[in-house]
């Protein structure tokens, strides 16, 4: 008797195992995919609405994405770098700004934007984290709580 049911327990704690390994990769599977939705959907947003920039060298645009599986949510993290004009330029005006938004709904999060008017910060940054205010540590903190898991 015993020893049927130290059987019937294993039995049970295997079963319980497999199911649980089977959700595993199942949610495995489900995040990879979503993953790719998100990188497709950053994509998509990144090239809808930050077209090339002008065409001096010196102008860029990129991003990075992340799928956030606890949020369920696909963010993208775009940085531009723009000038009035080459480098040594006495009177370029250079743009360097970070956005942070949701690529779906098109949700900003964030910016983090700095002009140099002669190679000099001539302005304070400007910093907007969720419609407020901010300093960089507070946008590098929201950075870092979006673009990582």
Same mark, same amino acid.
Request: proline residues 5%.
């Given at each position: 008797?015993?020893r =049927? =049911? &130290?059987c019937l327990i294993?039995?049970?704690?295997?079963c319980v195992? #497999?199911?649980?390994?089977?959700?595993n990769?199942k949610?495995? $599977?489900?995040?990879l995919?979503?993953q790719a939705?998100?990188s497709k959907?950053? $994509? !998509?947003f990144? /090239? $809808?609405n930050?077209p090339?920039?002008?065409?001096?060298p010196? /102008? #860029?645009? &990129?991003y990075?994405?992340h799928y956030?599986?606890?949020l /369920? $949510?696909c963010?993208? =993290?775009?940085n531009? @770098?723009?000038s009035s004009?080459?480098?040594? +330029?006495?009177?370029?005006?250079?743009? !360097?700004?970070t956005?942070l938004y949701? %690529?779906?709904?098109?949700?900003?999060? %964030?910016t983090?934007s700095t002009?140099? =008017? @002669?190679?000099? +910060?001539?302005t304070?940054?400007?910093?907007e984290?969720?419609g407020?205010?901010c300093?960089e540590k507070?946008?590098? /903190?929201?950075?870092?709580?979006y673009?990582?898991?």
């Amino acid at each position: 008797m015993i020893r =049927l =049911l &130290g059987c019937l327990i294993l039995f049970v704690f295997l079963c319980v195992l #497999s199911i649980s390994c089977a959700d595993n990769q199942k949610g495995k $599977k489900e995040n990879l995919e979503m993953q790719a939705m998100c990188s497709k959907g950053a $994509k !998509d947003f990144f /090239n $809808k609405n930050y077209p090339e920039p002008l065409a001096l060298p010196e /102008n #860029s645009n &990129g991003y990075t994405n992340h799928y956030d599986s606890k949020l /369920n $949510k696909c963010f993208i =993290l775009i940085n531009t @770098h723009l000038s009035s004009g080459p480098v040594g +330029n006495p009177n370029q005006i250079v743009s !360097d700004a970070t956005f942070l938004y949701d %690529a779906y709904e098109g949700k900003e999060y %964030a910016t983090l934007s700095t002009y140099k =008017l @002669h190679g000099e +910060n001539n302005t304070p940054p400007y910093c907007e984290v969720l419609g407020k205010l901010c300093n960089e540590k507070d946008f590098q /903190n929201l950075i870092k709580l979006y673009m990582e898991e």
